[in-house]
């Protein structure tokens, strides 16, 4: 009977000492995304801590966010069941840009903030290498547009040329 309480207590410690473990490995994944996420937003916000620029006294020098004008969404997903689909994205209001999950269910779609994905869904992210892909897409498009941007900066040049004319 004590060899079978000694075991039992055996297999509850390894179970413990496992659960916090795969917590302290979500922690690190959820941080590690928060940190990611923090880096875009509005530019008066600082990446580093989460202060306004006016506000800032942190020991560290102020890193603005990054705000992006246009929306993206990955190309793949990273997790897909038979309900639904998830992708990287990038969402851009007036004020700021947000880093996070694009859920496909269907015709409807919604997008979410890392925190408020599953763990599940979060370790499928990384596990499926496509942040760096996606960063690479949002940098793509990104001079996609400076081009066209230019293109019409050239334009509208040559149209205030004539108009003078």
């Given amino acids: 009977m004590l060899d079978e309480q ?14 916090e473990s795969h917590a302290r490995t979500s922690d ?16 008066d916000v600082c990446a ?4 306004m620029r006016l506000d800032h006294k942190a020991e560290h020098k102020f890193v603005p966010r990054i705000r992006i004008s246009i929306d993206v969404t990955d190309t793949e997903p ?10 990287l994205a990038i969402r851009s209001t007036k004020e700021a840009s947000h880093l996070g999950v694009v859920t496909f269910e269907g015709n409807k779609q919604s997008f979410r903030y890392f925190n408020e994905e599953s763990v599940e869904a979060l370790k499928t992210l990384v596990k499926s290498k496509r942040i760096e892909a996606f960063l690479k897409i949002v940098s793509k498009r990104l001079e996609e547009e400076m081009e066209d941007d230019s293109n019409i900066a050239n334009l509208a040049e040559k149209i205030g040329k004539a108009a003078r004319a």
Avoid at 7 to 18: H, T, Y
């Fill in 6 to 19: 000694e075991k039992l207590k055996g297999l509850v410690e390894k179970i413990r000492v496992r659960e």
């Fill in 28 to 43: 690190k994944l959820a941080e590690g995304l928060r940190v990611l996420g923090n880096m875009f937003g509005h530019p």
């Fill in 48 to 51: 580093m801590c989460g202060c």
């Fill in 78 to 87: 990273f997790y897909l069941d038979k309900e639904d689909t998830k992708r």
